[in-house]
């Protein structure tokens, strides 16, 4: 259930190799700044609004557009087809798929976002895997370091995990849908095809298939 099999379909992804041998998809964080790095061949193919600013060491596919005021500071690889919005911010070390949105306000740092992967509004990714067509709703901050300082573990079938990570965001499965305003706390781990409400915070592993509720109790009084 936390194996990159259980997690990630990569068998349309350009960059699959990143993961060769990682059983677990936390394994190739450490990884994406030597692979960016040997695969990056600067070009710019994209369609420009405005005035973004693209950095010598990018790479854009065809068909992505990028809006005014976008910053890939690099260095990055992006897909085809996708979508830079206004004032995302593209930090070192990125790997994106086709057809994917990095959105107005959102931060990218030492991630990968597999084919159809979207982030519209006011997120941060860093140190982290979202999979092919998962979404984080308005808000939803992937926290990538520990208050303590200490590595980060993930906790699965009642045993600790060390990942020798001191910096570890969150793995989103394919198809898993993050609610607005949410937290993935440090190792966070969310199952293919899974839901969580807005303004949750979420700590742990999340089964695939599983919808996880918030429930609030709200109370109405009169005004005087």
């Known amino acids: 259930m936390i194996r990159t099999a259980d997690l990630l379909d990569l068998a349309s992804f350009e960059h699959a190799a990143l993961f060769d041998g990682c059983e677990f998809p936390w394994q190739a964080l450490p990884r994406i700044k030597e692979y960016v790095r040997a695969h990056l061949q600067p070009a710019n193919h994209a369609r ?3 005035t973004p600013f693209v950095g010598p060491d990018v790479f854009i596919g065809e068909g992505t557009v990028i809006e005014h005021g976008a910053v890939l500071k690099g260095p990055a690889i992006i ?3 996708c979508e830079i ?7 070192d070390n990125v790997l994106v798929g086709d057809g994917c949105v990095l959105g107005n306000s959102c931060e ?8 159809g992967a979207q982030v519209p509004h006011f997120s941060y990714v860093g140190d982290s895997i979202l999979g092919c067509k998962a979404h984080l709703g308005a808000g939803v901050i992937c926290s990538n370091l520990k208050s303590v300082k200490s590595s980060v573990t993930v906790v699965w079938d009642g045993r600790k995990m060390d990942t020798g990570l001191r910096k570890f965001g969150a793995i989103v499965g394919d198809g898993a849908d993050i609610g607005c305003n949410s937290v993935l706390n440090p190792g966070s781990i969310i199952g293919r095809n899974s ?8 700590r742990g592993v999340c089964p695939p298939n599983s919808v996880v509720k918030l429930r609030q109790q709200q109370e109405i009084a009169e005004k005087r």
């Open 195 to 202: 839901v969580l409400y807005p303004t949750m915070n979420w």
């Open 48 to 50: 420009i609004l405005g």
């Open 108 to 115: 990218f740092k030492n991630a990968v976002l597999l084919n």
């Open 79 to 81: 897909g085809r087809n």
């Open 85 to 91: 919005r206004a004032g995302a911010y593209i930090r």
